[in-house]
């Protein structure tokens, strides 16, 4: 994977309906790191990842992908580069595990081109990397929801991506599978750019951290620049002691009840 | 390879046996042997002797009329298959979201208001018709908040919109002949079909077909929704365009032909997905050919099932697409 280039943006804004969602936000994905969006409901976090993915026209400002701005790449080069994974994206189609992961060949393939060696390889790793190829044959409509969403990791990977986007991918999945989740994420040799809402989840896994608060980013760091019981309380509005934990050595955020 | 070209071949052959059934079976049964011979002697310049009265009737009217009925079933059900597939609905196709219904009123707008003053067609102010549905239905779907569902209440919606201007039109301006024939024709009616016909369905059914094609991918893609198909590079909003233009141009030339002929595109897609399942790639094809055969099928029936009378042909194929419109929906109930 291509060290050097990364998605950046530079003064983003976006809004819908007259209501500025996206305001002004400045922020670079590290190569190899995993940066996590964080921020209360309705703080721009998936809106901001909608527009590095180039799925919204930024209003004002650039999405840079390394030199480029990605309006300006084609739309299949730019999904060959990077990936995205939707909140609980599902399908009432009656496909397999393996009809889900290669829909990620798709902007590998020509309209007319067959399905090649390379295709299927990518499918295999991509299966691998996940765990699912004993599943490959499941229905979708068979899967757990962490089986579901290692499958649409699995076929963001095999768009052979450089830069995966993950928009609060452990939502609705119990605790094991929520770490399950993160951990794959942490080993994809890609740089990631998660939303995330469990403070202590982000603290643990990601090695960046930029807040996001009424559109607006209002911090970013390292977990341990960014953790502070002030920001806590201004961003989210809780009462919060932060500690570092003897166990794992990260940041742990303990709420405070009223 | 030579799995792919056998069973294309086999679909083929099925389809031009039902089309020599459709020829041979009527008020007179002519045997299929004169079928042949008479296909023969029309494009092969063999000479066979045959009687000129079964000949006309075979070559001018039954053949003429089985072809249209292809094609027309072909057409819808390639329609069906792309509509589901857009709408990411089960219960998506023409005449379920009211662009069949928007057809018959640019049609019935041309045919007896005579708007466009002689320089529209038929087909153009069906076509019109149809494009002005699917905008209303899409607006109307949006407006409402979007999701599958909505399209098919705003396909309701639309539908008896344009069903209540067409009688308007009708009791208003036609006189009674007119009236008579044009709610024959609204009922899906291969009766007045001729070769003329054939050189508008045909490259309609197959042009469109191959359009379809070029999309597969992009249909597949869309299985997870248009962001999802959007972030694997597939232009969204052009394929969105042309692919609804394309069921408008397909189900509007047809409806010119035939009139409105419902639950073809709703069930044939299924059937199709049936048999070789969710790649477009082998759903088009399979729909094109099973919607052909079903509709030169159900042109049969509607021949003979009420002796010394011919039923409308959208009258058969609801017969059958009404009980699969609530099997599907019942299928389709959400897992808790």
């Known amino acids: 994977m291509t060290a050097d280039v990364t998605l950046a943006t530079h003064e983003v804004r976006w809004g819908v309906g007259g209501v500025l969602m996206v305001d002004g936000v400045t922020l670079a994905a590290e190569p190899g790191r995993i940066l996590g969006l964080i921020g209360p409901n309705g703080s721009g976090k998936s809106s901001l990842l909608r527009l590095m993915a180039r799925l919204r026209k930024v209003s004002s400002g650039v999405v840079t992908l390394g030199d480029a701005n990605i309006d300006a790449l084609p739309r299949r080069a730019f999904a060959r580069r990077v990936a995205l994974v939707e909140q609980q994206a599902t399908t009432e189609a009656a496909l397999t595990v393996q009809d889900v992961v290669r829909l990620g060949r798709t902007p590998h393939r020509g309209p007319l081109s067959a399905w090649t060696g390379a295709d299927a390889a990518a499918v295999d790793t991509a299966l691998e990397q996940v765990g699912l190829a004993d599943r490959r044959e499941r229905l979708w409509h068979s899967l757990s929801g962490g089986e579901r969403q290692r499958a649409h990791i699995a076929r963001a990977l095999a768009q052979c991506p450089s830069e995966l986007l993950l928009d609060e991918p452990t939502n609705h999945l119990d605790i094991r599978h929520q770490l399950e989740i993160l951990a794959l994420i942490r080993r994809l040799p890609v740089t990631s750019v998660v939303a995330l809402h469990d403070l202590n989840l982000a603290a643990l896994f990601c090695d960046r951290l930029a807040v996001l608060h009424q559109g607006k980013l209002a911090r970013v760091g390292t977990p341990d620049e960014v953790l502070t019981e002030e920001l806590i309380e201004t961003v989210f509005g809780v009462q919060a002691s932060v500690e570092r934990s003897p166990r794992h050595g990260r940041l742990q955020v303990h709420y405070l009840m009223g | ?336």
């Open chain 2, 1 to 336: 390879m030579a799995k792919p070209v056998a069973v294309a071949l086999l679909a083929l052959a099925a389809l031009g046996f039902a089309i020599a059934l459709a020829a041979s079976i009527g008020e007179m049964t002519i045997p299929l042997e004169i079928i042949v011979k008479t296909v023969g002697n029309r494009l092969f310049g063999t000479t066979f002797p045959l009687n000129r009265i079964q000949e006309g009737v075979v070559w001018d009217y039954r053949l003429s009329r089985a072809l249209v009925a292809a094609c027309c079933g072909g057409a819808l059900a390639v329609s069906g298959v792309i509509l589901q597939a857009l709408l990411r609905n089960p219960l998506a196709e023409p005449y379920v979201l009211g662009i069949s219904a928007g057809a018959s009123t640019g049609a019935v707008l041309v045919m007896i208001a005579g708007i466009g003053g002689g320089a529209l067609s038929l087909s153009g102010g069906a076509f019109l018709g149809a494009v002005a549905a699917i905008a209303l239905v899409g607006l109307l779907a949006m407006g409402s908040g979007g999701g599958s569902d909505r399209v098919l209440l705003a396909g309701v919606a639309g539908s008896q919109l344009f069903n209540a201007m067409t009688s308007y039109i009708v009791t208003t301006s036609a006189n009674a002949e007119q009236a008579r024939g044009v709610l024959f024709w609204l009922l899906g009616n291969l009766g007045g079909v001729r070769w003329p016909d054939v050189g508008l369905a045909a490259p309609v059914a197959l042009g469109g077909f191959v359009v379809a094609m070029l999309h597969a991918r992009a249909l597949d893609a869309f299985a997870f929704g248009a962001d999802a198909a959007a972030s694997l590079g597939v232009p969204v909003r052009r394929v969105r365009l042309v692919l609804f233009a394309l069921t408008a141009a397909m189900t509007a030339a047809m409806v010119g032909i035939v009139g409105s002929i419902g639950f073809v595109g709703l069930v044939i897609p299924h059937a199709a997905r049936f048999l070789v399942g969710q790649g477009h790639a082998r759903l088009l094809p399979a729909a094109l050919m099973i919607g052909a055969v079903f509709l030169v099928l159900a042109d049969i029936l509607s021949r003979i099932l009420v002796a010394q009378q011919v039923l409308p042909v959208g009258v058969v194929t609801a017969l059958f697409g009404a009980p699969a419109f609530a099997v599907i929906l019942y299928r389709a109930r959400r897992p808790l």
